[in-house]
């Protein structure tokens, strides 16, 4: 069902910073990811989200709780306070890819117009998607986990992968058709000035992650 959203760009523009906020603080949290994984080494939640089998996923969060107490307890408050603060990205995110396809359907066909109208309601399923794995891997970070046979591990990987397919079509859809209008003119002049909001958002992102991470390596060689 096509959906008109009025004043669309707006409330992209400030869903687009909170995605901004929450992925810097992600990104600090981000920092303190340690295991012991015969060797102490880094994580990033990606490896918790595609790991290479189930049992690869219980030996990072064995390897979580085999740490020094310090730092296992560093390690588990930076992945906790990570998975809540995703609660908050999640809205945003899966938001501001609905509202691109909204607007992309208002501008094409009948045809067009179900495709987007379908590829952004879908949103919806990888947002739910996007919560069970939280909660699962919430409820999952203990010592004693056992995950690695069984169907529940199954789920788990097929709602992260479900999450990753539908919010990842859709925006390359989107931004593909909103690209192809643009070359053909088809915009609005009252969009422009979202345009440098969204850029200056995008840079000021690229800019602080590229900050963190220096100082973040300067910090390690010290």
Same mark, same amino acid.
């Given at each position: 069902?096509?959906?008109?959203?009025?004043?669309?760009?707006?409330?992209?523009?400030?869903? +687009?910073?909170?995605?901004?906020?929450?992925?810097?603080?992600?990104?600090?949290?981000?920092?303190?990811?340690?295991?012991?994984?015969?060797?102490?080494?880094?994580?990033?939640?990606?490896?918790?989200?595609?790991?290479?089998?189930? +049992?690869?996923?219980?030996?990072?969060?064995?390897?979580?709780?085999?740490?020094?107490? =310090?730092?296992? #307890?560093?390690?588990?408050?930076?992945?906790?306070? #990570?998975?809540?603060? =995703?609660?908050?990205?999640?809205?945003?995110? &899966?938001?501001?890819?609905?509202?691109?396809?909204?607007?992309?359907?208002?501008?094409?066909?009948?045809?067009?117009?179900?495709?987007?109208?379908?590829?952004?309601?879908?949103?919806?399923?990888?947002?739910?998607?996007?919560?069970?794995?939280?909660?699962?891997?919430?409820?999952? +970070?203990?010592?004693?986990?056992?995950?690695?046979?069984?169907?529940?591990?199954?789920? &788990?990987?097929?709602?992260?992968?479900?999450?990753?397919?539908?919010?990842?079509?859709?925006?390359?859809?989107?931004?593909?058709?909103?690209?192809?209008?643009?070359?053909?003119?088809? &915009?609005?002049?009252?969009?422009?000035? &979202?345009?440098?909001?969204?850029?200056?958002?995008?840079?000021? +992102?690229?800019?602080?992650?590229?900050?963190?991470?220096?100082?973040?390596?300067?910090?390690?060689?010290?």
């Amino acid at each position: 069902m096509h959906l008109h959203i009025s004043e669309g760009w707006t409330i992209f523009c400030f869903l +687009l910073g909170v995605i901004t906020v929450t992925i810097l603080i992600m990104t600090f949290q981000g920092r303190n990811f340690y295991t012991q994984d015969v060797v102490l080494r880094r994580f990033s939640i990606m490896d918790l989200q595609f790991p290479s089998s189930p +049992l690869e996923l219980e030996n990072l969060v064995k390897g979580i709780f085999a740490l020094p107490a =310090d730092r296992s #307890q560093k390690t588990l408050r930076a992945l906790k306070g #990570q998975l809540y603060v =995703d609660f908050l990205f999640m809205p945003a995110a &899966y938001g501001a890819i609905f509202i691109l396809c909204m607007h992309v359907a208002s501008k094409m066909s009948t045809f067009g117009q179900q495709l987007f109208s379908i590829l952004a309601w879908a949103q919806v399923f990888a947002w739910i998607c996007d919560i069970i794995e939280n909660i699962f891997l919430l409820i999952n +970070l203990k010592p004693g986990i056992r995950i690695s046979n069984g169907g529940i591990a199954k789920a &788990y990987l097929i709602s992260v992968l479900a999450k990753w397919a539908i919010a990842l079509v859709a925006l390359v859809c989107a931004l593909s058709a909103l690209f192809y209008f643009w070359l053909i003119g088809r &915009y609005s002049e009252d969009s422009l000035p &979202y345009l440098w909001i969204i850029g200056g958002e995008l840079v000021l +992102l690229v800019v602080i992650r590229l900050i963190i991470a220096r100082k973040a390596n300067v910090l390690e060689k010290e």
